[in-house]
C-alpha cells in the first residue's frame, strides 16, 4: 500500500513542492545539483507518493516493501525532498543539507543513518548492481515486493552498468524495475556529444531486458507506464524504462542545457525559479 | 622453544571451503557468490549442498560486490570469492562505497593472495591488498596462517556483523594450529614466548616464523613469536606488551612493506614507547613468475630472512 496514493492533481501539487525544495537548498549552500534534480521530480513523486508500497517507519532489510536505490546519487537534492515530504523525516532538516554534521551529505549514504537511505552512491555505475542483489534476496526470502533503481544516462558510460545488464536477463531477476532518465546531458555536454549512447532500447533489448519507454515529465504518460512496468514484472525478464526527461524541468533558464548540472541559482535566479514554481509557499521547510 | 610438529598440508583456501560448507549447514542467511573461479575458491562443497544460496557472478568482480552489497539488505550474509587482486584493487571504489560507506555485511574472501600464487606471475600476484583494505574506515581485516585457523575464521566471521577482508592463499603449507581453536577476531594469538626478540608474522609467515624461531635458538636467541591473523582491528595491547619485554621487534608478512602488517607494528610503537624494528616483506616492487619456494627466497621471505632480520633488531637495541 503506498502510504499516500496521491491524485494526478496532487501529485503535481507535490512535485511543484519539492522542486521548490531543491531550488531553495543547493541555492543555500551554493552548490548541489538542480538540473537532474528538476528533470527527475515526476519520477520520484510518482514512485514514493502513488507507485510503490513501503512504510516510512524505516527499515534497512526492507522486507516486504518496495524498495528504491538511487544510483545517480548526484540528485540528492530531489531524492531528499521526496523522502522528507514522504515522511521519512521531518522536512525542516532539509535546511541542513551539504552543511557540517548534517544527515542529508552531498550524494546520498547510509553512513549518517538518513531514515530512507539503503546505499551510498555519488560514484557512479553501482547501483543497478545493488538493486540486483536486493532483488534477489527478495526471491530468496520469498518476498514479492519490487525493487525500482534509478540510473542517469552518462551513468551508462560505466562498465559495471553493463556486467549488471549481461547479469539481471541470465538470471532472471523480474523483480526489478530499472529507468534510465534520458536527459541527453552529462557534465561536459551533451551525451551525444561526450559519448553518444546510441539505441539504448536496441542494447538492453539485445541483453534480455524487457524494454519501455516513457515521458519522465508528465504524470499523465509516466504512471501508466509505472503501472505497465509492475504487470511486467514476475514473466522472467528485468524490465528498464527509458525515461525521456528535461534537465532543469519546471525552471525555463534551466532546461534544455547540461549547464545547470551542478550550479546553485544566486539570489535572483532563486526569485524568478521560485515564482515559476507556484505552490502555497506555507508549506516551504 | 614450544615445539610445533605436523602431520598434514593442506592449502588455506580449503580452509575456507570447508569453512563455508559448515555455514551453509549452520547459517541460513549465508549466501555465497564467485566470480568464475569456484574450483579455485574450493566453493564446490557449498554450491552442492545449497544450490540456491549460490550466485555464479561470471567475470565480473565490479558487479559482485554491488550484488553482494544489495543481498546484506535482504538480511543475507554474502561471502564473495575471487582472486586476492581481484577482490580489492580492481573493485576498490566498489568496495569503498557500496560496502564499506556503506557498512554492509559482506565478507569479501579473497585467495591466491601475495608471491605464493606462483608461476601466473605479477599480475596476479597482489602485495597490496593488505594495505589497501585496512585504509577503509569499519572494515576488518584478517589474514589466516594455516587450513585450521582459515577455517575458523570463515565461521567466525559471520557471527559479526560488517564488512571483513579474509585474505588466504593457494600453496599447501603445514597445519599446525589446533582444529578446535576458537578464532577471534582482533586477538593475537601467542606461539612461543621469548625474551630477545618478538617476531610478529601473518599468513603464510607464521609457520616460516615458528622455523625461525628453532634457528634463532640455536644460535641461543630466544625469540617471542606471534600469530597476528588480524591485521584490523589491530591487538595493539598484546604487540607492544610483547616488545616492552623484547625490547626489539621483527614483522613479517606476505605483502608490501609498505602498508601491511609492518607499518601496523610502527605505528603502534612510534606512537607509544619506539623500539628497533625490522620489516619481512616484499620491498615495494611486484612479483614475477616462478615457483612460490622460488620467489618467497628471491623476494626475501623466508625463516632465514626473519632469522637475520631478527639479528639486525636484537644489534640496535640500545
Known sequence: ?285 | MKEYTYTEKKDTRSGFGAGLLELGRTNPNVVALCADLVGSLKMGDFIKENPERFFQIGIAEANMMGIAAGLTIGGKIPYTGTFANFSTGRVYDQIRQSIAYSNKNVKICASHAGLTLGEDGATHQILEDIGMMKMLPGMTVINPCDYNQTKAATIAIADYEGPVYLRFGRPVVPIFTPADQKFEIGKAVMLNEGTDVTIIATGHLVWKAILAGKILEEKGISAEIINIHTIKPFDTEAVLKSIAKTGCVVSAEEHNRIGGLGDSVAQALVTTKPAPQEYVAVNDSFGESATPEELMEKYGLTENDIVAAAQRAISRKG
Request: with cysteine; glycine share 10%.
Open chain 1, 1 to 285: 500500500m503506498n502510504p499516500h496514493n496521491k491524485s494526478i492533481e496532487e501529485l503535481k501539487q507535490t512535485a511543484s513542492q519539492v522542486r521548490r525544495d531543491i531550488v531553495r537548498m543547493v541555492h543555500a549552500v551554493n552548490s548541489g545539483h538542480p538540473g537532474g534534480s528538476l528533470g527527475c521530480t515526476d519520477y520520484l513523486v510518482s514512485l514514493y507518493f502513488k507507485v510503490m508500497n513501503y512504510s516510512t517507519d524505516f527499515k534497512m532489510d526492507g522486507k516486504g516493501e518496495d524498495l528504491f536505490f538511487l544510483s545517480n546519487g548526484h540528485i540528492s537534492p530531489v531524492f531528499y525532498s521526496v523522502l522528507a515530504r514522504a515522511g521519512y523525516f521531518d522536512v525542516a532538516e532539509l535546511a541542513t543539507f551539504r552543511k557540517l554534521n548534517s544527515r542529508l551529505q552531498g550524494h546520498p549514504t547510509t553512513h549518517e543513518g538518513l531514515p530512507g537511505v539503503r546505499i551510498s552512491s555519488g560514484s557512479l555505475g553501482q547501483g543497478l548492481s545493488v538493486a540486483i542483489g536486493a532483488a534477489q534476496a527478495k526471491k530468496l526470502n520469498g518476498d514479492d515486493s519490487l525493487v525500482y533503481v534509478l540510473m542517469g544516462d552518462g551513468e551508462l558510460e560505466e562498465g559495471q552498468v553493463w556486467e549488471a545488464a549481461m547479469y539481471a536477463p541470465h538470471n532472471k531477476v523480474d523483480n526489478l524495475i530499472a529507468t534510465v532518465d534520458r536527459n541527453g546531458q552529462q557534465i561536459d555536454g551533451s551525451t551525444e556529444e561526450v559519448l553518444s549512447l546510441g539505441d539504448l532500447r536496441a542494447k538492453f533489448e539485445a541483453f534480455g531486458w524487457n524494454v519501455m519507454e516513457t515521458n519522465g515529465n508528465s504524470f499523465e504518460t509516466l504512471l501508466p507506464t509505472l503501472d505497465q512496468a509492475k504487470a511486467a514484472t514476475g514473466q522472467g525478464k528485468p524490465i528498464i524504462i527509458l525515461m525521456d526527461t528535461e534537465m532543469g524541468f519546471g525552471v525555463d533558464f534551466m532546461m534544455g542545457s547540461h549547464k545547470w548540472h551542478g550550479v546553485a541559482p544566486n539570489d535572483e535566479q532563486l526569485e524568478i525559479a521560485l515564482q515559476q514554481l507556484a505552490v502555497d509557499v506555507a508549506s516551504d521547510y
